[in-house]
């Protein structure tokens, strides 16, 4: 009865991680072709389009999480509006994801 329940509550476990949002690959799929594959636009879209590099601390600095949120659902000039196209879980992981470009050395 007790390796049941274990059982079940791994079941559950393992459909967690299969459902989880995974903003790398989410990131790389909407987002690299004008930001760069390292946030720092570094593509010749990014050039083109002047997109910010996300790796300067100064721009880090600058933007709120909010702010971030904001732009990837509005999009800012060139850029497209991901409100319908992503949920609001796959945006909030790629606000993460452009916050970790802040972190790289
Ligand atoms: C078609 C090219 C393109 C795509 C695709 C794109 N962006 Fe952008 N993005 C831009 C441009 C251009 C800007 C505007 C730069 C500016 O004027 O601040 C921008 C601005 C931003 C900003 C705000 C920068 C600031 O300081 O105002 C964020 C955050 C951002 N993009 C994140 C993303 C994320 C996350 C994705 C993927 C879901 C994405 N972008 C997809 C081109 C793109």
Redesign the pocket.
Known sequence: MKTRIWLGVMLLMCGGLVRAVDGPA??ET??????GATGQ?DSW??YL????D?SSAK?QA??TDE???E??EQ??????P?KD??SAEE?AA??K??RSFGRQP
């Open positions: 989410l990131y909407h987002c690299a072709k004008c930001h636009a879209r990014g389009f002047f997109s910010r996300f721009w600058a933007r702010e971030i949120l732009k990837i999009g800012p000039r060139i850029m497209p991901y196209k992503l945006r790629l606000v994801v452009v």
